[in-house]
């Protein structure tokens, strides 16, 4: 009986220690972990509760739009929309928007004779992952207080698709 109870107790034991290895559910790895990180006039923002929404216009491409925020019921997030595959800087045509509560602010228009617009480096853009950098300005006016400025910077993403 003693030899029984020995050998029960070693195999729980055994199956208990190599069964399962723990699992690390708020790992940080970039590679495992979608983010939008990026500065709003000087305030660090992460938003790691990211949607990919995925469009087919006429012409057979794949529109991407990325809305990123804090969690799912968040007032605050930032937007972009992209086609799939491209890379680069200026010549790829990225939108970019940034909602918090009910005011938009968006890229266009002007602010002392230049553009008010976000500069971005797409450096991969595939199947399985969309990262790179932003920074630069976006815009809301109001009709009674006139033009409101935010400087975005410091912005990177890694989006695992």
């Given at each position: 009986?003693?030899?029984?109870?020995?050998?029960?107790?070693?195999?729980?034991?055994?199956l208990?220690?190599?069964?399962?290895?723990?699992?690390?559910?708020n790992?940080?790895d970039d590679?495992?972990?979608?983010f939008?990180?990026?500065?709003v006039?000087?305030?660090?923002k992460t938003f790691?509760?990211?949607?990919?929404?995925?469009?087919t216009p006429e012409?057979?491409?794949v529109?991407?739009?990325?809305?990123?925020?804090?969690?799912?019921?968040?007032?605050e997030?930032?937007?972009?929309?992209?086609?799939?595959?491209?890379?680069g800087?200026e010549?790829?045509?990225?939108?970019w928007l940034?909602e918090?509560?009910?005011?938009?602010y968006?890229?266009?228009?002007?602010?002392?004779?230049?553009?008010?617009q976000?500069d971005?480096?797409v450096?991969?853009?595939?199947?399985?992952?969309?990262?790179?950098?932003?920074?630069?300005?976006?815009s809301?006016?109001?009709?009674?207080q006139?033009?409101?400025?935010?400087?975005?910077t410091?912005?990177?993403?890694?989006?695992?698709r």
């Open positions: 009986m003693k030899q029984l109870f020995l050998l029960l107790s070693l195999s729980i034991l055994t208990s220690i190599s069964s399962c290895s723990d699992d690390d559910s790992s940080t590679n495992t972990t979608s939008v990180k990026f500065k006039d000087g305030v660090q790691n509760h990211v949607i990919i929404n995925t469009g012409d057979g491409t529109l991407l739009t990325i809305i990123a925020s804090e969690s799912e019921n968040s007032e997030s930032i937007s972009f929309e992209i086609y799939q595959g491209e890379t800087g010549e790829v045509d990225v939108k940034y918090l509560g009910n005011k938009v968006d890229e266009g228009g002007y602010n002392d004779e230049e553009l008010i976000i971005h480096i450096q991969k853009n595939n199947i399985e992952k969309l990262s790179g950098t932003f920074s630069g300005e976006l809301r006016y109001d009709i009674q006139g033009l409101y400025l935010l400087e975005i410091e912005g990177t993403f890694n989006i695992k």
